[in-house]
């Protein structure tokens, strides 16, 4: 994985907090909605004769109830846990550090690709000196080297 890729991912990371905390807050909303609609059918407000539902019909708004109650409890559960990286992201710091690493993205996949387009062009060069104490000097340096990384 490119270090681009990695920086990317962790932008998306913050970015999807934001919109995953407004959709879980529009999911807890839906929810007690529901459930304001559930207690209100309950009273009999919204039944054709005014009279309470029956039993079948109670036992149904109750499953419909404690489904609703797990979706609000879930959506509520998942804002708490994106809270504190939310606020982090909405604070001065956290809107400078995003846009930071959005510049820091972007330069980080300019110079990958001017890497990627590198082309290196190889020398022909005459490796042994011409002069013999520079000779001797060369071979003396390298038998010197691997002595020392041998030790």
Partial sequence: MKLSEKIE???NILEQCKIDINWYESKRMDAEQQEN???HEMEGFTTKDGRPPSYNERARLATLWQ???LT???AKNNI???QPLNEFIESDI???TLNSLKQILGKTRKIEKEIENMVYIVRKTDSTPMNPVLQKNLDKMIRDFFKNKKR
Wanted: proline share 0%; glycine share 6%.
């Fill in 72 to 74: 609000r409890r879930i």
């Fill in 80 to 82: 708490m846990l994106n």
């Fill in 94 to 96: 956290g809107k400078t």
């Fill in 9 to 11: 991912l962790v932008i």
């Fill in 67 to 69: 489904n609703t109650l």
């Fill in 37 to 39: 609609n559930i207690r």
